[in-house]
Each structure stands twice: as C-alpha cells, then as structure tokens.
C-alpha cells in the first residue's frame, strides 16, 4: 500500500477521535437526543467505508501495473516500460525479473508505438508473490481476447505461452 494512502487513513482515525474528544471536552455527551447516535455511526462508517475503498482502489491500481503485454522479443509493462530480450531468456523468466522489481509508484515510462509492435499475449497477474512461486492470472491471446485461459502457477503459464 502506498504511504499517501497510509497517511489519509490515518488522517480519517486522527480526525475521528479528535472529533470524540471534542464531543465529551464540549459536555454534547449529556444531551439526550438520538440524533447524536445516527450522527455518530454515520461518521464512523464513512471512515470505514473510505478505508475500504482506499484498499480496494489500491489493490485493483496494483492489479493494473502487473498487466504486461508480451510481443516476440518484447515485453511492455506499464511501470517498467519496454523490456527487450534475447532467445535464451524465456517470456516467463523475463515477466518474473519485471514483476520482481516492481514498485508500484506513479510514474509511467512512454507507451510502445502501436503501429510497429504487434502483441501476441496480455498476461493480467492476479497474484504474485515468493518470486513467483505464487503466481495466479490470465492469458489473453489478442487474436481471440473473449477466450482468456486461466494459470495457477508458473509451469502453467509457461506451457500456455510455448503453445
């Protein structure tokens, strides 16, 4: 998770207890009035709703950078840019090195032309993690992308991208 998204949660829980001390320091715990009740859940649910859906956002952005689109010799990740390699390397080790490294931060590297790179693969990596031991996605053949085949592990994905 990012620091900034760290940091305005910990705004929200700052904000909330300031606001509960506040609250009994300005004596409004003695009213009796079911009002403050409803007032009081609501405010604690934005927060938690808002923490939620910082995490979640969080996770689906991080979910989006670990898309790589895999052309012959050519892999474009959109935080590492063009990753070019030679035979010897597969798509797999090279798409392991890329995933590794990644730092999931804000900046973008150019986008590949279009026109000149034809791309045979998208891998969309639901899970990566132990240096891809736990490793679970999808490939989208761009020929047929209404036919994505699912992978659970490493050999699974290399043996669809051998295919």
């Known amino acids: 998770m990012k620091k900034s998204n760290i940091i305005i949660m910990l705004i929200l829980v700052i ?4 606001f509960l001390w506040l609250w009994y320091f300005l004596g409004l715990n003695f009213v009796d009035h079911p009002r ?3 007032l009081s859940i609501i405010w604690w649910l934005v927060v938690i709703i808002a923490c939620v859906g910082i995490h979640f956002a969080e996770k689906l952005r991080q979910k989006n950078i670990r898309t790589s ?3 012959p010799g050519l ?6 840019g063009i990753v ?28 590949p032309n279009q026109s000149r790179v034809r791309f ?6 639901d899970k990566f993690a132990d240096e891809g031991d736990k490793w679970t996605g999808e490939v989208v053949r761009v ?6 085949i699912p992978f659970n592990d490493r050999e699974e994905l290399t ?3 051998a295919a």
């Open 84 to 111: 070019r390699f030679q035979p010897p390397v597969t798509y797999v080790q090279q798409l392991q090195d890329i995933l590794d490294s990644l730092k999931y931060n804000f900046e973008r590297p150019d986008e």
């Open 143 to 148: 020929q047929y992308p209404d036919d994505p």
């Open 36 to 38: 403050d009740l409803v």
């Open 75 to 80: 892999i474009y990740n959109s935080e590492a």
């Open 15 to 18: 904000a909330s207890i300031f």
């Open 159 to 161: 043996a669809i991208l």
């Open 120 to 125: 045979k693969y998208i891998v969309r990596t």
């Open 69 to 71: 689109f895999l052309a």
